[in-house]
């Protein structure tokens, strides 16, 4: 097994652009991240990204980190996905804009957005997060672009954030994308 004690530079020169979405502490920590997650070879999850990361980390507080910095990185998938987008575009191909609600099962007592519902595959009822993801499907390519993380009105009133719904989480990464005018899309 191995753990990364510092992050290669040929890697880092690459990622120099998402540096404008965060604060330099915020870029530090979203940039072992990233890296951890690429190169993991356990699940792509906290637990496995954590599993490489050599530099005394802990799982609570990366997904904290996440949850906290949601709004930045979806703006910085949503950037990204634009530029993929502008790079394969050819005149009069169709777009489809995707959403989809997925469930993330949790087992700790303190992880922000996590409650109990009703989770239809298993027919149970789990203790986890929603989260609500935006695709674009375009020329057999699949380009993440958003996400948001559904929380609550009880836990929203608690923590004194504005509440949404799923459909209104969705609504607003669609008011975000900016197709070109001749683009049809599809959602």
């Known amino acids: 097994m191995f753990k990364i004690k510092r992050l290669p530079k040929e ?6 652009e998402l540096q ?11 940039q072992s991240l990233l890296i951890s997650l690429i190169i993991t ?34 703006k910085a998938l949503s950037y990204y996905a634009l530029i993929i987008l ?15 609600d997925t469930t993330n099962k949790k087992t700790g007592k303190h992880v922000a957005g996590a409650y109990k519902y009703f989770d239809h595959l298993s027919k149970t009822y789990i203790k986890g997060q929603q989260i609500v993801c ?6 057999g390519f699949i380009i ?3 996400f948001d993380i559904y929380i609550p009105k009880d836990q929203c009133e608690k923590s004194k954030i504005l509440f949404k719904k799923k459909t209104e989480l969705a609504l607003n990464q669609l ?13």
């Open 175 to 187: 008011k975000s994308f900016e197709p070109d005018e001749d683009q049809a899309i599809f959602i």
């Open 144 to 146: 993440p672009y958003a």
């Open 11 to 16: 890697i880092t020169l690459h990622l120099r």
């Open 86 to 100: 502008y790079l394969l575009k050819k005149q009069g191909e169709e777009i489809c804009f995707v959403f989809d």
């Open 134 to 139: 935006s695709i674009i499907l375009y020329r």
């Open 41 to 74: 070879p356990y699940k792509s999850t906290i637990c496995g990204m954590v599993k490489v990361l050599g530099f005394g980390t802990h799982r609570s507080k990366h997904n904290a980190f996440l949850i906290n910095l949601a709004p930045a990185i979806s």
């Open 20 to 30: 404008l979405f965060f604060s330099d502490i915020q870029w530090m920590h979203f």
